[in-house]
């Protein structure tokens, strides 16, 4: 057999003490050594011991007896490529970033090297590791924040928690919306998602007759999954390029998370993001 095999996950039991990591998996599956390491370092080789697993990126980690490895190796989620993400700031315990279109918020069993955390964790100097704060799809692009230490990971989680970071976003729906739904009179959405609360509010900014679709202000009071999406289409205003609750667009999602602003809980300054500014 060669390296190029079909999707597996494989969970080896290890019986001899201080056995090295590397070894084990090369024993156990058909792939090579130096292919062993490149899935490990894509985040798609975890370690049991007892009830606590994680990710494990050290080929020569000593396994002793008792814990389990466990490989994920998908050949087309391994030959991704991250795109690039942009750093917008760098507090030093925390970063802001405009992620592209593509990029994961968060990893899988599979892998993690196309997520922004670990994009951050391998590339920004001086070196970090990166904590995700809260969420934007795969598929939407715009403003993440990455905490690097546990604590800001808290102190930050806690703001987007208790409301207190501005969120804004613009998308392109099909269609004209009206254009009455001005930013002091937008239209209000107060639907829950999954049974929880979620209140959006879209304002109309601009109509494109030529290709009839229409550029929205959103802004949220929740965070729920897909929120802005579901809302959207609820109105009958599908996104661009949506193709969970949209039509089968050509195009990518036409969501843009553009604006960002907190009280900074080291500080206390008022930090305001917009990469609209930079347009």
Excluded at 162 to 171: A, G, L, N, P, S
Excluded at 192 to 199: F, G, L, M
Aim: aromatic content about 10%; glycine content about 6%.
């Amino acid at each position: 057999m060669t390296d190029s095999l079909l999707r597996f996950e494989k969970h080896i039991k290890v019986h001899q003490q201080n056995s090295v990591a590397v070894d084990i998996l090369a024993a156990e599956t058909a792939l090579s050594k130096q292919k062993i390491k490149q899935v490990m370092q894509k985040g798609a080789v975890w370690l049991s011991k007892g009830k606590h697993t994680q990710r494990l990126r050290r080929a020569k980690k000593p396994i002793k007896a008792g814990e389990t490895l466990h490989i994920y190796y998908d050949p087309k989620v391994l030959g991704l490529i991250p795109p690039e993400p942009e750093l917008i700031f760098d507090q030093g315990r925390y970063s802001v970033w405009n992620k592209p279109y593509g990029l994961l918020s968060q990893g899988s069993k599979w892998g993690d090297h196309c997520t922004i955390t670990r994009w951050v964790e391998q590339h920004l100097k001086p070196q970090r590791v990166g904590f995700v704060v809260h969420r934007l799809d795969r598929a939407a692009n715009g403003l993440i924040v990455i905490a690097h230490e546990k604590g800001a990971a808290a102190a930050l989680s806690k703001l987007f928690q208790q409301r207190e970071v501005e969120k804004r976003y613009q998308i392109w729906v099909h269609g004209r919306f009206s254009d009455k739904a001005t930013s002091d009179n937008p239209i209000k959405v107060d639907h829950d998602i999954d049974e929880r609360h979620a209140t959006s509010y879209f304002s109309f900014i601009k109509y494109d007759a030529r290709q009839d679709r229409s550029l929205l202000d959103v802004a949220i009071d929740t965070g729920r999954k897909h929120q802005i999406r579901r809302h959207s289409a609820l109105l009958g205003f599908p996104v661009i390029g949506d193709r969970l609750y949209g039509s089968e667009d050509d195009e990518d999602l036409q969501l843009s998370a553009y604006y960002l602003a907190f009280t900074c809980p080291y500080t206390e300054h008022k930090r305001r993001f917009n990469i609209l500014d930079n347009r």
